[in-house]
């Protein structure tokens, strides 16, 4: 094709760059994810041993060197549980704000670089605010309930903004029309609106509670316990975690059977991978159901 | 009830509503500001608590009052750093790989493992830095530990790559397809297109991509704390990549459970997470910087 | 009798000065059709979502004049927009079924303004629906999602809707621009049917339908208007020399 390429370089034709090229970047493509296959393989032979009926229903036993991790694993669905609460109502609200009430203006703009910044802000940042404001200011102490605020906090941008994208894939034409009918905005958003991008923010919303779900650093110090004997009683108790779990066993206990440790780490991947698989498929589900 | 007074109820009960999804709105602000006000209250003592000779010195020994943040800053550094350096090329060889190259099965597969890489908790890349690839690194390197700034930023540059490959995907995909035409017109090969043409189109997202993901590193607290070995010691020449560190966010992770609030080693723990906080803002506020006038100028040529 | 909506002085400018209307007064009779015509750009659909206050989605940076609907002025701050918009209906060029069941679509309008009674609903629902001639059509399957009918059963629908709030003033923006000529024929019948009890403001789109349809004309061209005529005689003996051209298809 390259006729003048062609005779000024014999060997390197564009061609040949080309190929060379393309076999340069399938290269680096496969150097990216072949260690989360191999990861993947690993975790799954190595922990799969571990997972029975009494390693997901017992007690840590011997120092957390035998038994289960009952208590871990209650305490990551209480965590995502308070975090649910405490992030989704403000963030499907504050998104609808973002997409069908805020004006263009200076206040707008200045929402969206908080989000931008809530969204980069390092997750141990929010463990110590979650200390400074909830755990001490406000007396929660290290608690399901300090956690679970921190974790909210954390992921409100995430259910915001994936909110405000569901919310703004649906159609223009259908607010006008709604209005044109005489019904106010808001009548809008909850007749036509919401229903129509429901899919859609059920998605953002597993997803931003996934990542909450898996966090170590801003429970540290807002709520995780090392280990408790029984279950929180109340909002008001401090909790055992899967994450945080899996950091104490793998750093905090000399002697630590390794298949233990293999096995909270499939459970703990189970539980986060699990919600994106779910997510995935309501996301899937969502396109077929479209009305328009 | 008549419809009207029907009607007056529900007004009531919509503007009730229509204030809270407003004040929803402004929630953001609201935590932002108050994220500020907390570290500042708690950390900003520090400046005056603790001798700037100790803040601004060498050593970081809580036990004795020595708080010096520089070894920690350069631990901050060196992984990031290392990090970057893995995950820049890796992250946009994959976005381009995937964007410009790949048939569709390719994309079908590594884009899900992205993003199964995105959704892992970093306390699970820690735990198999521990378990796999710190021995791993030390017997191929022949090196007294594993635990080294060059484990963590291996592990950590596994960990941006997921945001660079999406942001600069994105971009790539926002690459109007008539460019790419035009250079094949010319006769330019699709590998000649992807560099001359796509690529420099691309390259504000491309940039924020990198950002973000450098981002991502510096903020990352728990892989690292567990692989690098968390020795506060400055570190010096090339050698200190293959040595243990101890990096900002690692410190606050490991320390803050077991010391007294208020005391002068608790603000100055709060005075590293007032630091981490302003390099958060500026790569965030850059980069969102940077996307916004490629917003700006994508609508100029639209309208 | 006065005119059922007075426009006086009326001007609209949006902020990217796109489309807008220079200085416009218009009288539009009650139970008549008047047909708002000329080329594209000219303010018709601006002219439109003015008469019930549905720009006041859009950027729009400068109104001024008044729209008087029976007297009243409607671009007043404190008129109940949405009270407004039950008694001027807007009926847009793009049949557009709102996500819902038929027999929601109809019903959408009622419901809204607070309507619950079930029987009430069910009766104003069949009469639009009569009205437009759809009814015989899909009454077996009012609860089926509306947007599995056809693009001109959607703008029945579409009309529907707005008949079902039985509105005094139904504006039509090219109602029948996207329709094949069956559909078409079959909207202009129900226009004239329903002029004998309802104030229409259509902007048809081409010349050919003003001809057919419109008891009154009224030619737009870049946001002002240029004559204002009884049908017959904007067709016969225009008296602007632009009007006579753009009949005559010299441009348009």
């Known amino acids: 094709m390259n006729k003048q390429a062609n005779q000024k370089l014999p060997f390197l034709t564009a061609r040949r760059m080309q190929t060379l090229g393309f076999g340069a970047l399938t290269l680096v493509s496969v150097v990216t994810v072949l260690p989360i296959i191999a990861l993947g393989v690993f975790i799954v032979v190595q922990g799969m041993p571990a997972i029975n009926w009494e390693f997901i229903t017992d007690f840590p036993q011997n120092g957390m060197r035998a038994g289960g991790i009952l208590p871990a694993i209650l305490g990551t669905i209480y965590l995502t549980i308070g975090t649910a609460i405490f992030s989704i109502p403000p963030g499907v609200a504050a998104a609808i704000y973002l997409a069908e009430y805020a004006p263009d203006n200076q206040l707008t703009r200045a929402i969206r670089v908080a989000m931008v910044n809530l969204a980069g802000i390092p997750s141990v940042v929010y463990g110590l605010f979650g200390l400074g404001l909830f755990v001490i200011f406000l007396r929660f102490g290290t608690s399901i309930l300090a956690a679970s605020l921190t974790l909210s906090i954390m992921t409100l941008p995430v259910i915001i903004s994936t909110t405000e994208e569901a919310l703004r894939s649906v159609p223009h034409d259908f607010r006008v029309v709604s209005i044109s009918l005489g019904a106010t905005r808001w009548q809008t958003v909850w007749r036509i609106v919401l229903p129509q991008s429901l899919a859609g923010i059920i998605t953002g919303v597993i997803l931003g509670l996934e990542r909450a779900a898996g966090e170590t650093a801003p429970i540290l110090f807002t709520g995780a316990a090392f280990f408790l004997p029984r279950l929180p009683q109340s909002p008001l108790d401090p909790t055992m975690a899967l994450p945080y779990h899996l950091f104490v066993i793998s750093t905090q206990v000399p002697g630590m059977p390794v298949q233990i440790q293999y096995g909270t780490v499939l459970v703990l991947l189970v539980f986060v991978l699990g919600m994106n698989l779910i997510a995935t498929v309501i996301r899937s589900r969502m396109r077929a159901r479209r009305q328009w | 009830m008549n419809p009207s007074q029907a009607a007056s109820h529900e007004k009531i009960g919509e503007r009730l509503i229509v204030y809270l999804i407003r004040f929803a709105g402004y929630l953001s602000i609201i935590y932002v500001s108050l994220i500020c006000l907390f570290l500042l209250k708690e950390g900003a003592p520090a400046l005056f608590n603790v001798p700037l000779s100790s803040l601004f010195g060498p050593f970081w020994y809580p036990i004795e009052g020595q708080f010096a943040l520089w070894p920690l800053l350069l631990g901050s550094l060196t992984v990031t750093i290392g990090a970057a350096l893995i995950a820049v090329p890796l992250g946009i060889g994959t976005a381009v790989y995937i964007s410009e190259v790949a048939p569709r099965w390719a994309k079908e597969v590594l884009k899900p493992l992205v993003e199964i890489l995105a959704g892992l908790p970093s306390v699970v890349l820690g735990f198999i830095g521990i378990l796999v690839l710190s021995p791993f690194l030390r017997r191929l390197l022949g090196l007294p530990t594993g635990l080294t700034a060059f484990t963590g930023a291996v592990l950590l540059g596994w960990a941006a790559i997921p945001t660079i490959v999406s942001v600069a995907e994105d971009a790539l995909n926002a690459v109007p397809r008539s460019y790419r035409d035009a250079s094949y017109a010319l006769g330019a090969t699709q590998w000649q297109t992807i560099w001359a043409v796509t690529v420099p189109a691309a390259r504000s997202g491309i940039l924020t991509a990198i950002m973000l993901g450098i981002g991502r590193v510096i903020g990352e607290t728990m892989a690292v704390m567990m692989v690098t070995g968390n020795a506060p010691v400055v570190p010096s020449g090339l050698r200190a990549l293959f040595a243990p560190v101890r990096t900002m966010t690692a410190t606050i992770a490991a320390e803050m459970g077991e010391v007294a609030n208020g005391s002068q080693h608790y603000q100055v723990l709060f005075l590293i997470g007032i630091l981490l906080f302003i390099f958060s803002l500026t790569i965030n506020l850059t980069a969102f910087a940077i996307s916004n006038r490629r917003l700006k100028r994508t609508e100029r040529l639209l309208s | ?252």
């Open chain 3, 1 to 252: 009798m006065p005119a059922k909506i007075v426009i006086d002085h009326l001007s609209v400018r949006y902020s990217d000065q796109a489309e807008s209307l220079r200085d416009v007064s218009l009288e539009i009779e009650e139970n008549a059709i008047t047909a708002i015509f000329g080329p594209a750009g000219g303010g018709k659909s601006t002219l439109l979502r003015t008469l019930n206050r549905l720009n006041d989605l859009a950027d729009v940076d400068l109104v001024s004049g008044k729209v008087l609907l029976n007297g009243k002025d409607i671009l007043d701050r404190r008129v109940n927009v949405m009270e407004l918009r039950r008694k001027v209906g807007m009926v847009f060029s793009r049949p557009l079924a709102l996500p819902l069941s038929i027999y929601d679509n109809v019903a959408y309008g009622l419901t809204t303004a607070g309507g619950r009674r079930k029987a009430r609903l069910d009766e104003a629902v069949e009469k639009a629906l009569r009205q437009v001639t759809l009814w015989e059509e899909i009454y077996d399957r009012l609860h089926t999602p509306a947007h599995r009918l056809s693009g001109g059963q959607q703008q029945r629908l579409s009309i529907a809707r707005v008949l079902a709030l039985q509105p005094e003033v139904i504006l039509l923006d090219e109602p029948t621009s996207a329709l094949d000529p069956v559909s078409t024929t079959k909207i202009e019948a129900l226009l004239h049917e329903l002029s004998a009890s309802i104030t229409v403001v259509i902007a048809p789109h081409n010349t050919q339908q003003t001809a057919r349809i419109a008891d009154y004309a009224a030619f737009f061209l870049s946001g002002e208007l240029i004559e204002y005529a009884p049908k017959t005689q904007m067709f016969t003996l225009p008296k602007d020399k632009r009007a006579q051209d753009y009949i005559e298809g010299r441009f348009g």
